[in-house]
């Protein structure tokens, strides 16, 4: 290289070692790299399937009793039954009761406010939540990719290297081997881990698009029926 012979051969052998020992430590910080983006990837995405799961009812049937359960009360002018109601612990985690004590909270209000207001809250207490886990898992599936072509390139530089300091002792096969196979494996690890999360990620995608729906169905039914009530009691 041109710089090369501006520098002292003493400088050119410290410029050696510190690119050697950099590119030693960047073999051992990638594979650390793609272990912790693997870690956070599935972390993520078994925190948001739990999540999706918890704010939803177990089936539709469970779904369907609790808005029957609300309609009758809220039929007989039970505002304060369904609030008990929602307050339940087995109900503390599902979105919908939430939902439903709020509106009952805020009944006063007119129907079309209390629809906006629940459309907010879902939005910031629940739906945002679930974006931002799922933006995680993006990233890592973004990421994984990344490093193990990282991984590639330093590996192709170590090999190349070897390469070209062996004009006069020889390759060495087993060095330059272990180079190219550093190469190919962060590549495969980075593959093998972007590919499950990106399928796990679409399955909870999918699993929250369901949610928002069963979400709209079941408070559009429910505050229905809270307009009916609020005509009744004359508010």
Same mark, same amino acid.
């Given at each position: 290289?041109?710089?090369?012979?501006?520098?002292?051969?003493?400088?050119?052998?410290?410029?050696?070692?510190?690119?050697?020992?950099?590119?030693?430590?960047?073999?051992?910080?990638?594979?650390?790299?793609?272990?912790?983006?693997?870690?956070?990837?599935?972390?993520?995405?078994?925190?948001?399937?739990? =999540?999706?799961?918890?704010?939803?009812?177990?089936? %539709?049937?469970?779904? @369907?009793? &609790?808005?029957? /359960?609300?309609?009758?009360? #809220?039929?007989?002018?039970?505002?304060?039954?369904?609030?008990?109601?929602?307050?339940?612990?087995?109900?503390?985690?599902?979105?919908?009761?939430?939902?439903?004590?709020?509106?009952?909270?805020? =009944?006063?209000?007119?129907?079309?406010?209390?629809? %906006?207001?629940?459309? @907010?809250? &879902?939005?910031? /207490?629940?739906?945002?939540? #679930?974006?931002?886990?799922?933006?995680?898992?993006?990233?890592?599936?973004?990421?994984?990719?990344?490093?193990?072509?990282?991984?590639?390139?330093?590996?192709?530089?170590?090999?190349?290297?070897?390469?070209?300091?062996?004009?006069?002792?020889?390759?060495?096969?087993?060095?330059?081997?272990?180079?190219?196979?550093?190469?190919?494996?962060?590549?495969?690890?980075?593959?093998?881990?972007?590919?499950?999360?990106?399928?796990?990620?679409?399955?909870?995608?999918?699993?929250?698009?369901?949610?928002?729906?069963?979400?709209?169905?079941?408070?559009?039914?429910?505050?229905?029926?809270?307009?009916?009530?609020?005509?009744?009691?004359?508010?």
């Amino acid at each position: 290289m041109v710089i090369n012979s501006f520098l002292s051969p003493g400088m050119q052998s410290l410029a050696q070692m510190n690119v050697t020992a950099i590119l030693t430590f960047a073999d051992s910080a990638i594979w650390v790299a793609i272990a912790l983006a693997a870690a956070v990837g599935f972390y993520c995405i078994v925190l948001l399937t739990r =999540r999706v799961k918890q704010k939803g009812f177990p089936g %539709q049937a469970a779904e @369907q009793a &609790f808005v029957d /359960d609300v309609t009758e009360r #809220l039929a007989k002018n039970d505002f304060d039954g369904v609030v008990q109601l929602c307050d339940t612990p087995e109900l503390w985690s599902r979105a919908v009761p939430q939902l439903v004590q709020i509106g009952m909270q805020n =009944r006063e209000l007119p129907v079309k406010k209390i629809k %906006q207001l629940l459309g @907010q809250r &879902f939005e910031r /207490d629940i739906l945002a939540n #679930l974006e931002n886990t799922a933006s995680w898992v993006a990233t890592m599936i973004k990421i994984a990719p990344m490093l193990g072509l990282l991984g590639t390139v330093v590996g192709m530089i170590n090999a190349f290297k070897k390469i070209a300091g062996a004009a006069d002792s020889g390759i060495d096969p087993a060095a330059l081997a272990g180079d190219i196979s550093f190469a190919l494996w962060t590549t495969a690890a980075g593959l093998a881990i972007a590919i499950p999360l990106l399928t796990m990620g679409a399955s909870a995608s999918v699993k929250m698009g369901k949610l928002q729906e069963s979400v709209r169905e079941s408070l559009s039914t429910i505050l229905d029926e809270l307009e009916a009530a609020k005509v009744r009691v004359g508010r």
